[in-house]
T-cell receptor, first 114, second 110 residues
Framework: AQKVTQAQTEISVVEKEDVTLDCVYE???????LFWYKQPPSGELVFLIR??????QNEISGRYSWNFQKSTSSFNFTITASQVVDSAVYFC???????????FGKGTSLLVTP | NAGVTQTPKFRVLKTGQSMTLLCAQD?????MYWYRQDPGMGLRLIHY???????AKGEVPDGYNVSRLKKQNFLLGLESAAPSQTSVYFC?????????FGPGTRLTVT
């Protein structure tokens, strides 16, 4: 069975603060894929990143960075210098294979205030 | 290239009514999925399809039926709507381990 836990239900920060969203996963598969999606107030799901289990390199994309650690089964997401436009619900998700559905965490609601 | 589209965007049903949600993708993807999103629950899989003519149950299939008669379309049916089916429904198609989501359908059952 697979499970994704996002323990932080809601986070509120002031603009320009750094914020880290936690994601802990459980799986018995040796090959798996981890994802982060953003859901802004408009409701659509925006793909942010995919990482496979064999690639533990951290990734940086602009103000976004991801820290994948197999030893702790975590795939955390950091936003540097947060902006109001970062306000959204962020979902971490896991799948073992193509053709398998994503197992989503319950999401973390991030509010960035001016 | 429209990606994944969903029809309708909003709908209000009375208990016991039926309806069909349509998902269409123009990316020639084999895999398609229907999820529902409820507050505080994340997205949960209702049904999925790994190819034309095939469907399978997901985590929360009760009260729903699906059909995949054409590769590009994946239909989700509610035969007798219940208030517990009030939710936002997302369709997705997948290729190369990446899922592409539609804009969602907000369904209210009164």
């Amino acid at each position: 069975a697979q499970k994704v836990t996002q323990a932080q239900t809601e986070i509120s920060v002031v603009e320009k603060e750094d914020v880290t969203l936690d994601c802990v996963y459980e799986t018995r598969d040796t090959t798996y894929y981890l994802f982060w999606y953003k859901q802004p107030p408009s409701g659509e799901l925006v793909f942010l990143i995919r990482r496979n289990s064999f690639d533990e390199q951290n990734e940086i994309s602009g103000r976004y960075s991801w820290n994948f650690q197999k030893s702790t089964s975590s795939f955390n997401f950091t936003i540097t210098a947060s902006q109001v436009v970062d306000s959204a619900v962020y979902f971490c998700a896991l799948t073992a294979n193509s053709g398998y559905a994503l197992n989503f965490g319950k999401g973390t609601s991030l509010l960035v205030t001016p | 290239n429209a990606g994944v589209t969903q029809t309708p965007k909003f709908r209000v049903l009375k208990t016991g009514q039926s309806m069909t949600l349509l998902c269409a993708q123009d990316m020639n993807h084999e895999y398609m999925y229907w999820y529902r999103q409820d507050p505080g629950m994340g997205l949960r899989l209702i049904h999925y399809s790994v190819g034309e003519g095939t469907t399978a149950k997901g985590e929360v299939p009760d009260g729903y039926n699906v059909s995949r008669l054409k590769k590009q379309n994946f239909l989700l049916g509610l035969e007798s709507a219940a208030p517990s089916q009030t939710s936002v429904y997302f369709c997705a198609s997948e290729a190369s381990y990446k899922q592409y989501f539609g804009p969602g359908t907000r369904l209210t059952v009164t």
